[in-house]
């Protein structure tokens, strides 16, 4: 794969392999926390700040972990940025971190992370892992950002706090709630899919 | 009381949203999503009964609280390592129709998720047990059910873009709408 430039690599997170749309990796914490667009942020970061650095990690070691044995060490690595994520959060920001509840945590579990390591950082040099791991990022923030949006305005008529709708606007309590965050993933999906379309049909 | 609003009210897939890599995955065929559904509610259990004498017992008196999340990835890991080799060993008929589905389940978040939350709302033994039995129940009950409506899908016509993953997920929504007719049920 010696022919593919950085730049290929960070693209693609963010539109044809994007980890939302495409790949449907990381669904849980996705659904669960973009009630809030503060919350979607707030795991955005979280995420990011795991993958790059277990990536990175990954990566540096990938010489050196038996093969055997990869799942086991890249799980542990993952684990410990994940707990440097949660007691961050837990100390500075208390209240979202409440309001993140178990999702945190459950970042060790996300499959986008070991996805990453297991497809791509075990097999590239730092580099390359590092820019693919951003590009991943920021395809993952940029989801999270759309999906917390619309169901924060619609759910509450707020954005990040503000009141965007004026009074007379019923706030639609279910995209706060499970329902909503299906069925507005659902059609992202097909948006995201129709684009998709348009553009092969014009090639 | 535990057990039904695990299963009905606080369902893991349409509540907590954990479990839905699986959960759209293998909900393609009943028999298959039944499976999945068994091995799933088999180490939840096993996971409620071995994750909180650790919590409780090691991590907690000595204040290693922190070590949590690592401590229950490598125990959920090596659990479904042990489960597996033990159902080969024994039951060659469980191992087949299990199959590739007991290693996909170290990475299900319902699992992980499970553990966290009994430590989260800090259940008693006993408690934990019936969370883990009736959360797994709740797991498959919602993916034998997503299969059935999606062996149906198969036939209908669905608009291009939507399909796959969106029908699934709008599919998802729409069921979970009908689950919040179960939350008046227990006060």
Redesign the interface.
């Known amino acids: 794969m010696p022919n593919r430039s950085f730049l290929q690599d960070f693209n693609k997170g963010l539109w044809q392999e994007n980890p939302v749309s495409r790949q ?2 990381g ?2 914490s996705t ?2 926390i973009t009630n809030a667009l503060i919350n979607g942020v707030a795991m955005g970061l979280a995420v990011s700040f795991v993958l790059i650095f277990s990536s990175l990690l990954v990566s540096l070691l990938r010489k050196i972990i038996p093969n055997q044995v990869r ?2 060490s890249y ?2 690595v993952i ?2 940025f ?2 440097m994520a ?2 961050f959060l837990a100390a500075s920001f208390p209240a979202i971190s409440k309001s993140l ?2 999702y945190v ?2 970042i ?4 986008i992370i ?1 996805g990453r390591a297991e497809a791509f950082a075990s097999k590239n040099t730092v580099g390359r892992s590092l820019v693919d791991a951003l590009g991943m990022c920021l395809g993952y923030i940029l989801a999270l950002l759309i999906l917390s949006s619309i169901r924060e305005i619609l759910g509450s008529g707020t954005w990040l706090g503000y009141r965007v709708l004026g009074t007379w606007f019923e706030p639609w309590i ?1 995209m706060i ?7 507005t ?3 992202l ?3 995201a ?2 684009i998709e ?1 348009k553009i092969k049909l014009r090639r | 009381m535990l057990f039904f609003s695990a299963i009905l009210i606080n369902n893991f897939v ?8 699986p959960f ?1 995955g293998i909900s393609k065929r009943i028999d298959s999503s039944l499976s999945m559904g068994t091995a799933v509610t088999f180490v939840m259990s096993l996971t409620a009964v071995v994750t909180w004498p650790i919590n409780h017992w090691i991590l907690i008196p000595y204040k290693l609280d ?5 401590a229950f ?2 125990v959920i ?1 090596s659990l479904v390592q042990l489960v597996e080799m033990f159902i080969k060993k024994t039951s060659p008929p469980l191992y087949q129709a299990l199959g590739i589905y007991l290693p996909l389940i170290t ?3 319902c ?3 499970l553990a ?2 009994a430590a ?1 709302k800090n259940y008693n033994f006993a408690e934990t047990v019936v969370f883990g039995v009736s959360a797994g129940l709740g797991f498959t009950l919602a993916i034998v059910l997503m299969a059935a409506i999606r062996e149906q899908l198969d036939l209908a016509d669905v ?5 796959g ?6 599919v ?3 069921i ?2 009908a689950f ?1 007719g179960f939350s008046g049920m227990i006060k």
Request: with cysteine; glycine share 8%; proline share 7%.
């Open positions: 449907l990796l669904m849980c659904l669960a799942i086991a799980i542990v684990a410990t994940v707990t949660d007691r509840g178990p945590p459950l060790v579990v996300n499959c070991l279910i709630l499970p329902p909503g965050a299906f069925i993933l659902g059609l999906i097909a948006f899919n129709q379309r | 349409y509540h907590y949203f954990l479990g839905i890599c759209l922190y070590l949590q999340i690592v990835i490598l890991a990475v299900n978040c699992i992980m998720g966290l939350l989260l608009p291009e873009p939507l399909k993953a969106g029908i699934s997920l709008i998802t929504g729409i979970a709408l919040f």
